[in-house]
């Protein structure tokens, strides 16, 4: 991509960006994609994305319907090509569509992130709750442990309630049509996991060995008008769960990499304390940060601010998606639009004041980035595969946005080397944890 810039009035920047139509290809690929995961459209193994459109959604053209996901796709590039960081995320002036095999041209209006300065760079003083660690944590994660090697046996026969166990035969039709994945001739069934519909288990109360019943049920959210369910359920058994104890002979058969029950519980202690650690730093970390955002002086433009919120509110529409919760829900539990739309804002706040604090740090202490700095990021971000991390932002044109997290990452580490701490003597809150 090529790109020149020329300085504007008010200290805009403006860029000028030529797309090669390899890039514009690219371009359209990853927003055919990314139009699918927002329709909620999978792509089979062996199809694209414009067939699975097509087959699911009738779109003919999806090049056409996804215009303005690649025109965004391209944007971050001609940023970063000019080693800029922008305040907020800039839109694109487009005089003409872009289109498969052509070169695209397109203009942005760069706000430069503002530099602020702080009120004073001395070190900052908090005070932390002592780190202990509690023994008992690991009989917990023990007692799990021996939990996920659970098994269902057989015991005497009595009636079932809402968290009994037992062996069943299921049959299950529809409109007369058998439903092969759901039937069976022997399987454990355990109320109260949410495996089958509430109607479907209501019908097994009370049952015990023995027992034959026939109900039919409707599956939750089917389209008015479906046939429901046609059930056979024979109780085969009743069953009981049994927990194995973890001695000499349970890690012999399960945990070969352990020496012995002690040895196991050292293995998990030292996990156990090692994330225990990581969060205590993560607690310091932000306490200092918050610590030095109380120095910030300067105005926060309304730009700015409009942009941090709706990114916010964004992530928070994407996290309720993934979760199920409707978004209306959400806002009436947080007590209402109004009470919503202002945490908003004082969290936008908030993560800008802190975020301009710790770069006029990184300014201050004249610091540099290094490759170490930027995997340093890359494993806040990603600790299982800080690589793979790295490589997906730098590939969508988000290395400026992977250098400001580092450089700011790098400030707080630093803010927290210099900090005068003090270590309470009351054990840590419920909001410290």
């Not at 269902?152 to 994945?181: T, W």
């Amino acid at each position: 991509m090529k790109v020149t810039e020329k300085k504007l009035e008010d200290g805009l920047i403006e860029l000028t960006a030529a797309a090669a139509t390899a890039e514009v290809a690219q371009a359209f690929n990853v927003a055919h994609y990314s139009f699918c995961a927002s329709m909620g459209v999978e792509v089979p193994q062996g199809q694209t994305p414009a067939q699975a459109a097509e087959e699911k959604l009738g779109i003919k053209d999806l090049d056409s319907v996804s215009q303005q996901m690649a025109i965004d796709y391209l944007v971050p590039f001609a940023v970063d090509k000019r080693n800029l960081c922008p305040a907020f995320p800039p839109t694109p002036i487009i005089d003409q569509p872009i289109k498969r095999g052509q070169v695209f041209e397109f203009k942005v209006q760069v706000t430069p992130k503002p530099d602020y300065e702080l009120t004073s760079y001395e070190p900052v003083s908090i005070t932390v709750p002592p780190l202990n660690f509690d023994e008992s944590l690991v009989d917990q994660q023990i007692q799990q442990l021996a939990e996920s090697f659970a098994t269902y046996e057989k015991c005497d026969a009595r009636p079932l309630d809402a968290s009994g166990a037992a062996k069943i035969a299921l049959e299950v039709s529809q409109g007369g049509k058998r439903l092969d994945n759901l039937c069976t001739d022997g399987r454990t069934y355990i109320l109260g996991m949410g495996l089958m519909p509430d109607e479907f288990e209501k019908n097994l109360i009370g049952m015990t060995e023995g027992d034959v019943k026939e109900f039919a049920f409707d599956m939750p959210g089917a389209p008015e008008g479906e046939a429901p369910l046609d059930c056979k359920v024979t109780v085969l058994e009743c069953q009981e769960k049994h927990v194995p104890e973890v001695d000499q002979s349970f890690i012999e058969k399960n945990m070969p990499m352990a020496r012995d029950v002690e040895s196991l519980r050292q293995v998990v202690s030292e996990r156990l304390q090692a994330e225990q650690r990581a969060q205590y730093q993560e607690m310091q970390l932000t306490m200092v940060a918050d610590e030095l955002s109380r120095r910030f002086q300067g105005t926060i433009s309304d730009e700015v601010y409009e942009s941090m919120r709706d990114t916010l509110m964004q992530n928070v529409r994407g996290s309720l998606a993934q979760q199920g919760i409707p978004f209306e829900q959400f806002v009436e539990a947080q007590g209402g639009d109004q009470q919503f739309g202002m945490m908003l804002m004082i969290q936008a706040r908030q993560m800008l004041v802190q975020g301009y604090a710790l770069d006029a740090v990184f300014r201050h202490e004249k610091m540099t980035l290094d490759d170490e700095d930027i995997m340093a990021a890359c494993r806040a971000m990603n600790p299982a595969d800080p690589t793979t991390a790295r490589r997906q932002m730098e590939g969508n044109g988000q290395a400026f946005v992977l250098r400001e997290t580092a450089g700011r990452l790098k400030a707080n580490r630093w803010l927290l080397e210099h900090a005068d701490i003090t270590v309470s003597e009351e054990p840590a809150t419920e909001k410290a944890k």
